[in-house]
DNA sequence: CATGAATGAGCTTTCATTCAT
DNA sequence: AATGAATGAAAGCTCATTCAT
């Protein structure tokens, strides 16, 4: 039983300090944030930080790691039944984009501060975003099989162009203070012109 | 005699000093590069710099100004006389990502270190940047003037998008240590993507 | 326990950094003297300084405002139980001028380096010593009163003038090598003085 | 003829940069102030400085001991024939004190900057201060020779503790913003403390 | 004499990390 | 497991001074 409590209260800190560090860093960059304002916005110590992450840096990492699982969960399964490649594709965007809806901070820190640890972005092998990237060409593979999309897609760039204009609609939507279009247009336009873009000629 | 060399003196540090930072922040990211070791690389004192620029910040803002000058003159120039808009936006695309192959470390900076500065992504206006997104909207109104992109097509969402995707084969060619894919294949896939993608339906 | 022994160790550094900065300001001046030196003659780690003080300016007005208010106890005391005012000032030049000779670092800090704190001289607003200022005019207003001394002495100059002669003489002392005259001497001459100069002629 | 005029500008520029000093030091303190504001004020160049001065110790030094002269000057010209020792200390005071409406900046500087420089008060050898002090004692004895001081008065504590009074009024009169005194009403009650204080009882 | 661009030593201060309790 | 006082390396920036022109 005080194991129990032990592991309970474990996981707690461990949440708690994620959180913490996810308002920490939306607020100030990663780089101008520090642990000791985290440790308190997680009503921890600075110390016990450590128990938990070997280092900033790692806190950041874990961050992304547990967002991208959620993410990647989200998306999994708003295309899951789904039959039509076209229709997955759109609805891709679609999970994409209103996942910043509901938790704009942690868009924020993946829009911006992420890309502040060139560790992270150097030398990290980032496996769930590689998961994420491929969902998206597995889609588009699927298409060309099914006939749907043209032979000469190439998966591997269309993945990444796709990918690429969903993100910086992204960055448009979390740093501009006006938003001029609303995520359900971005989604619909963005996956639209990818689906037209990609259709094989009717024969 | 004595103003021409010192504008050629001048001219010089400031054209060192941006050149060693490029390599720097290459080599070590913004936040891990010192100031000292710039000034190293570009053989003046560490005080010399700061005769140039204002503080480390201004040296990765004004590097970023310089070359999106470059960049915006360089695109200007390759779609100048051409008719067209779906050639246009393919000698876009080619113009946009062939830079990265000319000078690969300021391409690197800024695809990675410019947004580790929180006062570029957050609080500078960038005109440049702006320049060269409505430089796209444009030509896609044209392109729907001429009645040969859609009219349901949002210029002000698909600039972004066709950006998005070319910025983000830009940071997977960058970044990758193998590159799949040519640059001239990428350019050629994504605006093609695009182009058919909004191209409207033959009356 | 724990807390006890942390208060005894919070007091026992900030009191070390206080000795410390006394020495070391007594030996280089206040703007020659670098925190990491007062740290090592503290025994204790740069940071820490900073977890004690604001900055370097302001160990140097704690310092003061400690000393003062060590010297307004001392001078209130030696003159607490005294019926004349003429032998009030006495025993204040006294006291204020043996002072010197029991911390004479100190009061060359407040001699010499204090005064180079443009902040201390110009903003900080000091407290204790308007309050010693005010003791010695509080003394002239009761001699007025009791008829002792004239009534045409304005006792807020004759305040400044009475500290600014121990002042001086303290400068002298502090400074000079040599010291011509014992503290002794120094008191009774100068309280002797203003005692007599601002004495009631006899009826 | 243009040995002659190299001599004016020289000249000049030595006067210019004093007076510049003065302004600046008076507004920023002297640690606080920076050799090319005070080249920028004399309009001169930075290296100029160094051609009249051989640092900025030197520059503080210079401008005290030409002031010093000036005060030196005036004060004995203000006591010059007169015969009756406490009238000359009520002339002295009158003049010591009324330098400072002349040039309130030179006052503050003296005041407040001067003390600044540990060289100065430590090192620099004050022969035109001590020369002052001494004007003070000189009067002091020719009154004990005449029989009007006391002769139990000893000069050496007098001249500082008078010196002293006339100095801590002047920095209440520069520091504070509300001058509660007039300069005459503070010359005349410093002097009459003293002169009285001095006074030889009536055989 | 005069210049002012260049120098570079040296400062204060910060903050990720540790470790005795 | 938790604490938080203490650490100390590290870095951006300043500015008195120099010297080639």
């Known amino acids: 039983m005080p194991l129990k409590n032990q592991a309970k209260k474990t996981g707690d800190k461990h949440r708690r300090i994620i959180e913490a560090a996810v308002k920490v860093f939306a607020k100030n960059g990663f780089y101008n944030s520090k642990v000791s304002e985290i440790a308190r916005a997680a009503n921890v110590a600075d110390g016990t930080i450590y128990l938990y992450f070997q280092n900033k840096d790692d806190i ?3 961050l992304f790691e547990e967002e991208m699982s959620r993410v990647l969960d989200n998306v999994r399964q708003a295309i899951a039944g789904q ?8 609805l891709f965007a679609q999970a994409h984009l209103s996942l910043l809806e509901r938790n704009q901070q942690m868009a924020e820190i993946i829009q911006v501060e992420l890309r502040q640890s060139s560790k992270f972005m150097k030398e990290y092998k980032n496996d769930k975003f590689h998961q994420y990237l491929n969902l998206i060409s597995s889609i588009i593979r699927e298409g060309q099989a099914k006939g749907v999309f043209r032979a000469d897609i190439k998966p591997g760039v269309a993945k990444r162009a796709f990918f690429g204009a969903l993100d910086e609609m992204s960055r448009y939507w979390v740093l ?6 609303s995520i359900a247009t971005a989604a619909q ?3 639209d012109i990818f689906v037209k873009g990609m259709l094989a000629p009717p024969a």
Chains 1, 2, 3, 4 share one sequence.
């Open 83 to 90: 039959e039509d490649p076209a229709r997955k594709l759109a």
């Open 189 to 191: 336009q963005i996956s």
């Open 60 to 62: 950041l990492i874990c």
């Open 176 to 181: 501009s203070p006006v938003k001029k279009y």
